[in-house]
């Protein structure tokens, strides 16, 4: 199915603001559509065209702007198109007062991990000794996530978007991703150090 244009814009800012889509990449689509005037409206539009993207506190003020308008004027029902790709969420964290509720970081969506979890299903789950590992689906948005929990303390939750040719090579073939293939490339990825028990 052909996506809609404001669906397309939609989905390229979320890539952007959530960390998915490098400065310069997003550069290149504001420059190369500027049916995107439309979209953003022309002060908005402007701002962006007129940002020095290599100035990390005017493209902060920018990325703020564009997140409060995508959120006023696209809602969702859920936090799917807002988390990266690759999302960590520490438990550590999760009572942090001190959070930027703008801030499209890990840690600071952490405070929302439950308000993510609550809109997620499981679809299937590995096989012994791999049952850490699950295929969540968002009852919401129909995004699939492969989720993986960190077993040894329980403490630390990843999820990985999936795309739907992935999905269906797991629901078909049984045959999952390897993003989380075994549990020593997982604690490595995380890059966090387990005290052995």
């Not at 404001?6 to 959530?18: A, D, H, I």
């Not at 940002?51 to 703020?64: D, G, H």
């Not at 999302?87 to 959070?99: N, Q």
Request: with cysteine; proline share 3%; aromatic share 12%.
């Amino acid at each position: 199915m052909v996506k809609d244009i404001s669906t397309t814009y939609f989905e390229e800012l979320w890539r952007f603001l959530r960390g998915d889509m490098s400065n310069s990449e997003f550069e290149e689509f504001l420059y190369g559509n500027r049916a995107f005037e439309a979209y953003l409206g022309e002060d908005l539009y402007q701002e962006a065209i007129a940002n020095a993207y290599s100035n990390e506190i005017t493209t902060r003020l920018l990325k703020e702007n564009l997140r409060k308008f995508l959120r006023k004027n696209h809602p969702t029902e859920c936090k799917c198109i807002e988390l990266r790709n690759f999302s960590i969420f520490e438990e550590a964290h999760i009572e942090t007062k001190d959070i930027d509720p703008e801030c499209p970081c890990e840690i600071c969506f952490n405070d929302r991990i439950e308000e993510l979890v609550k809109t997620l299903g499981e679809v299937g789950k590995r096989k012994k000794p791999d049952d850490w590992v699950s295929l969540m689906r968002c009852y919401k948005c129909a995004q699939y996530w492969l989720m993986a929990n960190e077993r040894n303390t329980g403490n630390v939750l990843c999820i990985f978007r999936l795309s739907f040719e992935q999905v269906e090579v797991v629901l078909e073939k049984n045959l999952w991703p390897k993003e989380f293939d075994n549990y020593d490339a997982f604690v490595e990825r995380l890059s966090i150090k387990l005290i052995a028990e």
